[in-house]
């Protein structure tokens, strides 16, 4: 059976109704950005349901705009931590209490392209919830001018050392209730986040629930308070995409400005995040100032939200090489150079596909297209020798954690469609 093909029964194996789960057993519900990356996929082979994709998940939602990480269908008991530990939050579904990076705005754009009627009432029919949704990333999670995260889970990247500045400065709840993890049970721990992670996590994840989610205590007194190149560029990007968006529905001048406003913060805050001694953007302790230490994979996202000075540009360019002389398949998660770098430990080490997505289609836009090409090859390469997988060592091509992923067959129908399309025109 083709890959394609493989990728397509993926998908529909984790449809769940309306909405698919990343992969069965480990992740039982509806993830944010997955749902997003998804759509993309689905939408190579079924425009219809690509699209109940985006609104089941505008569903979750919350009465201050934000959507969250994770939105809890049903309870099942073989994921932790689920709605129990989350209490009660304030969306017409149970979710987590914390958002993800906002790539939908970009990726509804991008699915409804043309200027056709079904296109436009599309992008009509969510334009006040994505807006939302920015809104409370810019009023909410902003301390200081800066767009911050209040916990490793919101951006996407759980376990990356860059977490380790936040995550130090804590200490672990001394009544955390306890707990039995799950995640441990369906893969092999060596994989995951560790135990004084996890303690830390749900530290946080308390820390919400005593202030009834108050998103904006959240940030401001919450235990951990970092600045995410991931969440930065992301929203970034998506800003433009919603400005786009706005002007082509006629929305009021009023809308239009504050987002061009939101556009003009974030491009100015982009500094914020540039490591001069490593020549990168990392991640930021917003309380101390620390920078974090290593080249991650969203390092070189500042060619897809189309920032950083040609200087900034070229050195970021001259990290990818050099790490590049030292993995078989770009682009690994944490830099190969570091001490905490581990090939197969969730985001200290494996490439991730939807990474190498928007890096790879960042470099393209910036006139990178050797580099971008090899980006994409890294992971297409992992994916004939392996699978489906959640990630993949980027010393072997091996796949790590999760099987059967949804967001990897997304990625892969999304490059595949358009390497039709180019290979037609
Ligand atoms: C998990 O369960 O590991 C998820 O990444 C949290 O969002």
Redesign the pocket.
Known sequence: MSLTQIAIDTLTRNDRGGFTIPTNG??PYQ?NWDSAFIALGIATYDPVRAWSEITSLLEGQWPDGMIP??IFRRDDPD???GPSRWGKTPGDIPS?GVS?PPVLATIVRQLTSTESEDHRAKRAQVFAQIFAWHKWYHDCRTYNGIVATVHP?ET?R?NCPEWNIGLDLMTVAPDLAPYTRM?NKHVDPRF??TQEQYDK?LTIVAFGESVDWDQRRLTDEGPFLMADPNIHFVLLRADRDLLAMAQGLGKSAEVLREIEGWIAKGEAATDYLWNEDLGAFTARDIRTGTFSEGFSNCSALCFYADVGSPKQRARVIENMRRIQGQVEHLLPSWDPEAADFEPQR?WCGPLWPQMNYMTALGLSECGEEELAGQVRDGLCQAIEKSGFWECFNPLTGEGCVGSDFSWTAAVWLSWQHETKIKGAA
């Open positions: 480990l992740y993830w990480s994770i994921y932790f931590p987590t993800q889970w996407g759980d995640d995951r986040p996590y969730y």
